[in-house]
């Protein structure tokens, strides 16, 4: 449950219709252990997942080995399913920063915005960091996230003028 309300705070906000479906998560400033925390909880939680390297499934590593891949190796992904109906994708792009897309078409209504907020706010729980969710792409300011001072997750972006 979050304080955050579908209709009222955020279906303008993760309309998926103008075609940028695939909103970013960005962790910054962690190291490998933050990674590791984030992996501890994914099997905590027993969230579903599937992790790959080059297209091979194989079983969840340590976040230091994964981590400390040779540079041209391919990106390993981690598939995490918080619920059946909410895939979130991390790439292991270098540990100072953990990063993974959502889909927006996943992210439609009241129960789906309750999964995304749990989500965000176990991992900024574990980690005592904040975690925001941009647009596509990225930019700034982030349009929501786990905001650690309120320990909740609240809107950033503000609607523009229609």
């Known amino acids: 449950m979050t304080d955050l309300r579908w209709p009222d705070h955020v279906a303008w906000l993760l309309d998926p219709t103008d075609g940028a479906c695939l909103p970013d998560v960005f962790v910054e400033d962690t190291v490998a252990a933050d990674w590791q925390a984030v992996l501890d909880l994914i099997q905590e939680r027993g969230w579903a997942h599937t992790y790959a390297e080059g297209g091979t499934e194989l079983p969840l590593p340590r976040a230091d080995t994964v981590l400390s891949r040779p540079a041209d190796a391919d990106c390993p992904t981690l598939r995490v399913w ?81």
Do not use: N
């Open 82 to 162: 918080p619920a059946p109906e909410v895939c979130a994708i991390f790439r292991f792009l270098g540990e100072e920063q953990i990063d993974f897309d959502l889909d927006l078409r996943e992210l439609q209504g009241q129960d789906r915005l309750d999964v995304l907020c749990s989500f965000l706010t176990a991992i900024g729980r574990r980690l005592g960091k904040p975690v925001p969710l941009f647009p596509e792409g990225g930019g700034t300011p982030p349009l929501l996230g786990y905001d650690v001072a309120t320990d909740r997750v609240r809107v950033w972006w503000t609607q523009p003028d229609t």
